[in-house]
Every structure is written in structure tokens, then in C-alpha cells.
């Protein structure tokens, strides 16, 4: 395994706007401050939700959506990390929701995903770029070490 290391310069936390895109506020608070290292933690609800899952076999995401990621979902957990894609800051997701059984969904966070209520703590690192790139046997954008 390698690694770099790195150290803790700053904590945010902060509240995301009700019927916004949560992972496009997530990216677009990195990009507007220049957060290119990091991790991140969000609770709250959604309204609706759309995760991935990565077929390793078709070696490209499938988006759920639809009946099961409607009509308001708890935020039971999401978390992942900041780093560089494309040149520019990008946050790597996951979370898992939960239905009004407690029955929970969980994937790769996708675009589309709407905030009914939404509490964040983005921890931003201090330490080497850590840069994505697509990597050959995955065909996944890995991180390049
Ligand atoms: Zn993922």
C-alpha cells in the first residue's frame, strides 16, 4: 500500500441549502475555497436521491433511482473524501439513506441527489495533491500515488 500524510488545517461546518444538489454544493464549497484536500461528513434528509453502484463486471456506474429514493429519506451517513479530478477540487461520496421502515439504500452519490436539510463538517489537509486519474484495470479515476 502507499500513502502520503497529511495534517488537519482547518474544519468547517456549515448548513446546506434546502432543495439543492448536495453533491454540487459539496463540490462547489471546495472549489470556492480552495479545499483540494480533505474529507467530509454530511447528516440531515433528502427529498429524493440518486446513487451508483459500480458494475465491476460492465466496469461503468448503474444509477438507482426512481420508487426506493423518493418521498423523503434520512442521511444516515455520508461520508468520503476531497481531492483533485480534472484539475479542479472533487468530493468522492457515499451514503446510505434510510426510508420511513428504517430500511436503508446506499451507494455512490450521484448528481440529483436534493437536500431537504442538510449539516456538513468538510476537514480540509494540508499535504502533497492528490490527483485522480483513470486507472487501467479498474477503469475507475484512482488516486495517483
Ligand atoms: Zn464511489
Known amino acids: 500500500m502507499k500513502a502520503n500524510s ?3 488545517v482547518k474544519t468547517y461546518m456549515g ?3 434546502y432543495d439543492s444538489d448536495l453533491l454540487e454544493q459539496i463540490n462547489s464549497f471546495c472549489i470556492e475555497n480552495n479545499i483540494k484536500c480533505g474529507m467530509a461528513n454530511i447528516i440531515g434528509a433528502v ?3 440518486k446513487i451508483g453502484y459500480y458494475s465491476q463486471y460492465k466496469q461503468s456506474y448503474k444509477t438507482l433511482e426512481g420508487e426506493n ?4 429519506l434520512e442521511i444516515v451517513s455520508c461520508t468520503g473524501n476531497i481531492s483533485i479530478k480534472d484539475s479542479k477540487s ?3 461520496l457515499h451514503i446510505i439513506l434510510s426510508n420511513s421502515e428504517g430500511i436503508a439504500f446506499g451507494g455512490h452519490l450521484m448528481p440529483g441527489t436534493i437536500v431537504y436539510a442538510g449539516e456538513f463538517i468538510i476537514q480540509e489537509f494540508k499535504g502533497p495533491d492528490l490527483v485522480r486519474s483513470i486507472d487501467e484495470t479498474t477503469k ?3 488516486w495517483t500515488l
Do not use: S
Not at 429514493?69 to 423523503?72: F, H, K
Open 47 to 49: 427529498k429524493q436521491a
Open 15 to 17: 448548513r446546506i441549502p
Open 6 to 8: 497529511y495534517e488537519i
Open 69 to 72: 429514493l423518493t418521498g423523503g
Open 140 to 142: 475507475l479515476p484512482l
Open 90 to 92: 472533487f468530493a468522492h
